[in-house]
């Protein structure tokens, strides 16, 4: 079936060094798409979201950049800091129950 | 902090019980999704309620069913667990828009 798949599963990163987590999605009728952030034993938490008539869509310190021709997602984190280590998912949502599709994550480690 | 509440935080079973999960949503949401997340996996949809009434189903078996109440607080019963069951359970809450605010779960565990 259709589903939000990552490139990677594990990323380091230096402290104070940009991150780049990227994200493939399959379905064509998604229209809104989101990253969510979640640490240990706590529940996914919005990062920031974009709809599909958009291309780029900035944050504090995040950026989320949307390619729908090749239906990729990539979050950027500047100045990643300790605080940012945690897994990262991307999330697509289509249809009137807005359903969320999680990808299976990418774990940040923010090194030293 | 969401404003979402989930209990209980942690639950132990043996297979072939049966449990109930609870949920508040964030005030003034009427909307409620509930997702399963296995360990090392991203969450995955069960259902959806709103305004009481289901509103979407994920590729879950019937023995996952839930109730929405009138203060819009939520239930997820499962019946006959199964070993596979064993999860972190997470609800969702929204309101008018796309934006969904999730607990912080329950995490269930089926011996």
């Known amino acids: 079936g259709e589903s939000v798949g990552l490139h990677l599963p594990t990323l380091s990163v230096q402290e104070g060094d940009n991150s780049i987590i990227n994200c493939a999605y399959s379905n064509s009728a998604s229209d809104y798409f989101i990253w969510y952030k979640q640490e240990s034993g706590k529940g996914p938490q919005f990062i920031i979201d974009i709809r599909s008539n958009m291309d780029k869509r900035q944050g504090q310190r995040v950026t989320v950049l949307l390619n729908k021709t090749v239906k990729h997602l990539s979050l950027q984190i500047a100045a990643t800091q300790p605080g940012d280590s945690a897994v990262y998912f991307c999330?697509?949502?289509?249809?009137?129950?807005?359903?969320?599709?999680f990808g299976s994550g990418t774990q940040l480690t923010v090194l030293p | 902090e969401t404003g979402v509440t989930q209990s209980p935080t942690h639950l132990i079973k043996t297979r072939g019980q049966q449990v109930t999960l609870r949920c508040s949503s964030q005030s003034g949401h009427n909307t409620v999704s509930w997702y399963q997340q296995a360990l090392g996996q991203g969450p995955q949809f069960i259902f959806q309620?709103?305004?009481?009434?289901?509103?979407g189903r994920g590729n879950f078996p019937p023995r996952f069913s839930g109730l929405q109440f009138p203060n819009y607080s939520s239930e997820l019963n499962v019946n006959a667990l199964e070993l596979d069951d064993s999860a972190l359970y997470l609800c969702?809450?929204?309101?008018?828009?796309?934006?969904?605010?999730f607990g912080p779960g329950t995490r269930l565990t089926v011996l």
């Open positions: 309620y709103y305004r009481e009434e289901e509103n």
């Open positions: 969702a809450s929204t309101d008018v828009g796309d934006e969904q605010f």
């Open positions: 999330a697509e949502t289509f249809g009137s129950a807005r359903q969320l599709t």
